[in-house]
């Protein structure tokens, strides 16, 4: 049930691109994207609404295709700040309500 | 605007023991969340309550418990501590950008409070 990130761990140069995908095996109706450092609680980055949209942050942006069940997070430029664990996130809310977050993907970056 | 606070930090039970951990939403937000994270893997959701009513629960056990007060502040129980209780404990303050009319919200988590069962 739990959504499933790809890949699991990337490392990359400073400027280098990189996309980190969710797939979900239960429709999604909505994606929240989130960032976690080492040591730190979790950043809210962004969410997407069932319709295909595409939303930015900065050099972040994502998308959402709900007919697929997956989300994508692109970063472009990478910055040494964007180290950290990224975790994409979704709400059940039939009946009970119920969040689930991704498996995590690690990204770090070398200068 | 004070963020998500959360207390105490860090502490230390032996098993068998019972512990509160308590959170205190951003000013305005009518919902908290409760997740357990242990070292290397996601959160894991354990209640979500929302005007002081409960609207989720995880797939935990009955020894954990929550409850949320009239000012939306939130404390989280777990009683009959087990080693495998020991992990960060992450608050959520939930804000709701539709105003209600979108089941969607966007979480601002607190810096947690780190269980060790010993």
Known sequence: QQPVQSPQAVILREGEDAVINCSSSKALYSVHWYRQKHGEAPVFLMILLKGGEQKGHEKISASFNEKKQQSSLYLTASQLSYSGTYFCGTERSSGTYKYIFGTGTRLKVLA | ?118
């Open chain 2, 1 to 118: 605007d004070a963020g998500v606070t959360q207390s105490p930090t860090h502490l230390i039970k032996t098993r068998g023991q019972h512990v509160t951990l308590r959170c205190s939403p951003i000013s305005g937000h009518k919902s908290v969340s409760w997740y357990q994270q242990v070292l290397g893997q996601g959160p894991q959701f354990i209640f979500q309550y929302y005007e002081k009513e409960e609207r989720g629960r995880g797939n935990f056990p009955d020894r954990f418990s929550a409850r949320q007060f009239p000012n939306y502040s939130s404390e989280l129980n777990v009683n009959a501590l087990l080693l495998g209780d020991s992990a960060l404990y992450l608050c959520a303050s939930i804000s709701w950008p539709g105003g209600g009319t979108t089941n969607t919200g966007e979480l601002f988590f607190g810096e947690g409070s780190r269980l060790t069962v010993l």
